[in-house]
């Protein structure tokens, strides 16, 4: 019995980690902060039956009543007799035709304080509408009014988005990595075991005997994945050429293939893909020359957005990776739901909805992915930030596919001054890194590692260092100049402009330009921080620990954040000291939840 997730540690788990697309909190309360009262009955009810409606028409999830925004929980003020009404809104105020797929709805005490908790999976037969005959959708942290005619379904497509939450009866917890649970648990919460964990994420309920297991749970943890589904794996190819050919004429050859569960097919087959997104040629210098073809972040992106929503239904087919000479195209089983348009996407507007709920939610919750339709969102702009031509993606025939090109876009007044570097035979990156400087503008180490899609410090050192080599980059700015400057950006040491671009051949006579830039920079993520933080209240909270070099807070379209940020320091060990820090850290009240930046890829 010690297994069971209770309700109560339930409520902990969800104020550790905060609102997400899939959990929302509901105040009981209203009015200023000095004079808050119990708000209006019906209309707690009734934003109770929007949000149900919302989660049901998307991907599921969790509500809880009594639980601020700021994640402090103040329970509902009202009598028994008027929690029991709150309780019974999906029944009051949701249209009896279109009933939700209700999980559990119930009454928590914590600690003397009344929580009404709802659980609601996908809806797979209704568009769901509110009594009022409304219909809303959940988008990022919101419930959005929707148009029904988006919210289609089609019979064909109800297998395969209801594969990965059905019921193993042969499977067992014993199936499953433990030592992988243990990991992921440690991302999402110390406060869970194991069986908790799949509890919590919905991927195992307890029948009074034992834990039965989804698809899901056996696709993402198991340790023997062929065992539960053939198809489990990712098939990477490179042709020689620009076209596929047969016969004699064959031209493909197959270059790896990875295997297992999901965490370990994103790692596996990244590993695989990743040495082929470059190109060596043999200079005219008698040089061999590598070259990175695509951005690293958008491959990886598209590598996961595949794994993430394929049609696991589909069990004689994996995803395919092809590689051509001008193109590399990635496909996997199972066109776009009837609900999402390849105009949807390429409007770029976030859209999204999961074919298989389970798998993305965990992904979500453990960092491998973000906010969910942000991922083509942010292909586009990696390949747009380095020049290059925007995706092509395809949905037919029961397949899906993105396909990123070798192909860049430079403006005239661009192509004119890369003309002056063309000589030198520069790779993307030094490329890329030679447009920004572009007529003597000054370049900040941010802007180079954003807009070349850079993902770690090394990379970053080398490119610098193999400008210099060249002398086309020098250093404008010493140590002491950038500390100076850094409050006018933010509190950013990157973000200082400092670089700056000369023509080949012209003299560089600057102090600081043998100046490498050697630092050790270590980024941490940071939760639960205020929607409306500022980058200097996160410095000023941080820097006890040790410099703080640059803070990135993720914005939303209305500027408030999305309740997390990356900092990073100037040093490892002043990370470290932050992330073992003996006492907690608080913002405004709130309670900062810290994990390694790397662990949230």
């Not at 009051?92 to 005490?109: E, F, G």
Request: net charge negative; proline share 3%.
């Amino acid at each position: 019995m010690e297994n069971i997730l209770r309700l109560k540690e339930r409520v902990d788990i969800a104020v550790e980690i905060s609102e997400s697309f899939y959990r929302e909190f509901k105040s009981g309360f209203e009015g200023p902060p000095d004079n808050k009262t119990p708000r209006d009955i019906k209309e707690i009810k009734y934003d109770i039956a929007k949000t149900l409606v919302a989660f049901a028409n998307a991907d599921g999830g969790e509500l809880f009543v009594g639980i601020e925004d700021n994640n402090k929980i103040t329970g509902l003020p009202h009598s028994d007799k008027q929690i029991e009404e709150i309780l019974h809104s999906y029944k009051d105020c949701i249209l009896k035709d279109t009933p939700i797929p209700l999980k559990q709805a119930t009454i928590i005490d914590y600690d003397g304080l009344s929580i009404v908790y709802f659980s609601v999976s996908k809806g797979t037969e209704f568009v769901h509408l509110t009594s009022k005959g409304e219909c809303f959708q959940r988008k990022d942290r919101e419930s959005v009014p929707t148009a029904s005619e988006k919210i289609i379904f089609q019979r064909a497509e109800k297998t395969s988005r209801e594969y990965d939450r059905l019921f193993v009866e042969i499977a067992s917890v014993t199936d499953l990595d433990h030592d992988l649970l243990n990991s992921i648990g440690q991302r999402i919460s110390r406060l869970i075991s194991s069986e908790k964990l799949l509890q919590y994420l919905d991927l195992a309920e307890f029948d009074g005997t034992s834990l039965k297991l989804r698809k899901s749970a056996l696709l993402l943890f198991s340790k023997k994945s062929s065992k539960w589904h053939p198809r489990s794996q990712v098939r990477i190819f490179k042709v020689r050429g620009t076209e596929e050919k047969t016969g004699t004429d064959f031209n493909v050859t197959e270059v790896g293939e990875a295997n297992g569960n999901i965490f370990e097919l994103i790692e596996s087959s990244w590993d695989l893909l990743r040495p082929h997104l470059t190109d060596t040629k043999f200079s005219d210098d008698a040089l061999f020359k590598t070259q990175i073809m695509y951005p690293e972040l958008a491959c990886k992106e598209a590598l996961i957005n595949a794994i993430t929503h394929r049609d696991y239904s589909s069990e004689g087919r994996g995803i395919e990776v092809k590689i051509f000479d001008d193109r590399l195209t990635i496909e996997n089983p199972g066109e776009l739901l009837s609900s999402i348009t390849l105009k949807d996407i390429q409007s770029l507007e976030g859209v999204h909805l999961s074919r298989n709920t389970y798998i993305a939610r965990v992904l979500r919750e453990t960092g491998y992915i973000r906010e969910l339709g942000e991922g083509i969102r942010r292909i586009y702009d990696l390949l747009k930030s380095n020049d290059m031509i925007p995706p092509e993606i395809k949905s037919a025939n029961k397949t899906y596919s993105i396909t990123l090109f070798y192909k860049h876009i430079y403006s005239k007044e661009e192509q004119l001054w890369l003309d002056n570097f063309k000589h030198l035979e520069l790779s993307r990156e030094q490329m890329t890194v030679i447009r920004l400087g572009v007529d003597g503008r000054l370049i900040s180490a941010k802007e180079i590692f954003e807009t070349v899609g850079i993902v770690d410090e090394k990379t970053y050192r080398e490119l610098i260092e193999s400008l210099r080599v060249l002398s086309v980059l020098e250093t404008t700015l010493d140590g002491n100049q950038v500390s100076f400057l850094r409050k006018k950006y933010n509190g950013s040491r990157k973000a200082v402009p400092r670089y700056t671009i000369k023509l080949p051949n012209e003299t560089v006579n600057t102090k600081n330009n043998n100046e490498i830039d050697g630092s050790e920079y270590a980024r941490i993520y940071v939760g639960n921080i205020p929607y409306d933080l500022q980058e200097d209240e996160i410095n000023e909270a941080l820097s006890k620990f040790g410099e703080v070099v640059d803070v990135t807070i993720p914005r939303r379209s209305n500027k408030q954040t999305k309740g997390f940020c990356f900092v990073e320091f100037d040093k490892k060990s002043h990370a470290t000291n932050a992330l073992n820090s003996s006492s907690d850290i608080y913002i405004r009240d709130r309670k900062l939840y810290l994990r390694e930046a790397d662990k949230m890829k």
